[in-house]
């Protein structure tokens, strides 16, 4: 079982920035943030996998980039120009298998998930 852990949530005001952490305790070949909103559906933020493929919401295209280690095993997500609308629980999920396309998109293709970190951005 690969535990997954996220950090970085925070408060901030509109425009600023914040760096989402996102650790696996085992092998991970794709990863990807998720985020809910309140009163919200669970929505894809930015996915990647081993192969340097990504994919971003087009709501955060230009002002998100997500990375991951070499190792695999921890993404990144750097958030710019935040936003009110940006506010949700962030969640990271993370999966053993070679995900790509469509499925790496696919929130019900990872089988790992955090807890979640808090993301609240004022105006």
């Known amino acids: 079982q690969v535990q997954v852990v996220e950090s970085g949530g925070d408060s901030v005001q509109a425009g600023g920035s914040l760096r989402l952490s996102c650790a696996a305790s085992g092998y991970t070949y794709s990863m990807g943030w998720f985020r809910q909103g309140p009163g919200r559906a669970r929505e894809g933020v930015a996915v990647i996998n081993r192969a340097g493929f990504t994919t971003y919401a087009d709501s955060v295209k230009g002002r998100f980039t997500i990375s991951q280690t070499n190792a695999g095993n921890t993404s990144y997500l750097q958030m710019n120009s935040l936003k009110p609308e940006d506010t949700a629980m962030y969640y990271c999920?993370?999966?053993?298998?070679?995900?790509?396309?469509?499925?790496?998109?696919?929130?019900?293709?990872?089988?790992?998930w955090g807890q979640g970190t808090q993301v609240t951005v004022s105006s």
């Open positions: 999920a993370a999966e053993s298998r070679a995900l790509a396309g469509r499925s790496l998109w696919a929130d019900d293709q990872y089988r790992y």
